[in-house]
């Protein structure tokens, strides 16, 4: 081994430790904060149920702990701060039931949720999906919780609780879709017509955003991927494969609503990908053709009877209104309810 190989060796080595030591500490530290927070919650909390004046030591005891905290050992110490601490320690009275992988940012998002199903299932794919909380906010932002109940309309308590526990399972292809699709991140004008390779080019220079968008488990393989049947080539806009469901997924780009034949074309690739591309460890391929609407009675006929999986979905170019996807899924729930009677 000459000088140089050497050193570069040792180099690396070395960066490699101060790496992995650095995490460990930044583990710990976050430990240690949650724990720390989790307990001055819990103090607060003790103190105020022991006041016969709550509500008056509330404002007033927060307002001078934070001055005096602010003044011992610095930033973090509002009085925000400390009400987010309070509710932290209500919302989470078995300290057990923290989970270090988040961060105190994630847990102060999370903490803004008012219902406890939804929360639950934020934190529990913060944790599975590995969030940033850059990432968590854009999908608490861009409703994710309802629209997965609403992706196959069929929303109900037990689907609720499900997400609440387990966060998404997926164990069937039907378990990735949403509806709509939301491409926010691309910054498009809303109700501008776009052409397909527009479209396709500007998912591609945003591909980390729209893999986040797609979920779990999903690795990026190429655009425009040949088909080629009896000398004639075929293209696929966009390719995947899911590793959680070891199948890949194909998705064809529509800029206008759902046609039937954007159904057959994609039936195709997928008995082209099923005979010709998968290996003996591949589960069957999916297809996903992204629309920008979706006609029921039509979309059911296109889709039934297939013995490939083909789903249809929607995408928008903004953000969606979250109170009217709310009242969507109370809507549902209402019907089931009803049904249930």
Not at 69 to 82: M, R
Not at 243 to 259: F, N, P, Q, S, W
Request: glycine fraction near 4%; include cysteine.
């Amino acid at each position: 081994m000459d000088g140089l190989t050497y050193t570069t060796s040792m180099i690396q080595e070395i960066k490699e430790l101060l790496s992995s030591t650095r995490q460990r500490i930044a583990v710990q530290v976050n430990t240690e904060l949650l724990s720390t927070y989790w307990n001055v919650g819990r103090i607060i909390v003790e103190h105020e149920q022991n006041s016969q004046e709550r509500a008056v030591y509330g404002k007033q005891t927060l307002k001078a702990l934070s001055k005096e905290l602010t003044k011992e050992f610095g930033k973090g110490f509002s009085v925000s701060n400390l009400q987010f601490m309070r509710r932290f320690y209500q919302t989470y009275q078995i300290q057990q039931t923290v989970s270090v992988k988040l961060s105190w940012s994630h847990y102060c998002e999370l903490l803004t949720i008012s219902d406890d199903e939804k929360r639950r299932f934020y934190e529990k794919e913060a944790i599975n999906s590995g969030w940033s909380i850059r990432e968590m906010k854009r999908q608490i932002a861009t409703s994710l919780y309802e629209r997965l109940l609403l992706s196959d309309g069929k929303a109900n308590k037990a689907k609720i609780l499900a997400l609440a526990e387990k966060g998404i399972e997926m164990t069937q292809p039907v378990d990735m879709i949403k509806d709509p699709y939301v491409f926010e991140f691309l910054g498009l004008p809303e109700n501008k017509s776009l052409m397909e390779s527009d479209l396709e080019k500007a998912l591609v220079e945003q591909i980390e955003k729209f893999l986040l968008e797609l979920g779990r488990g999903f690795m990026f393989v190429g655009t425009q991927q040949r088909v080629t049947l009896n000398n004639t080539h075929y293209y696929v806009d966009m390719v995947f494969y899911n590793k959680i469901l070891r199948a890949y997924v194909l998705i064809e780009l529509k800029t206008v609503k759902l046609m039937p034949e954007a159904v057959g074309q994609l039936n195709m690739y997928l008995n082209y990908y099923a005979a010709e591309v998968n290996d003996e460890h591949d589960n069957p391929p999916i297809g996903i053709i992204l629309c920008t609407d979706k006609d029921s009675v039509a979309a059911e006929y296109a889709l039934g009877g297939l013995s490939n999986n083909i789903f249809a979905s929607r995408y928008v170019s903004y953000i969606p209104n979250k109170e009217q996807l709310i009242d969507q899924v109370e809507t549902v729930l209402q019907e089931w309810h009803n049904d249930e009677k």
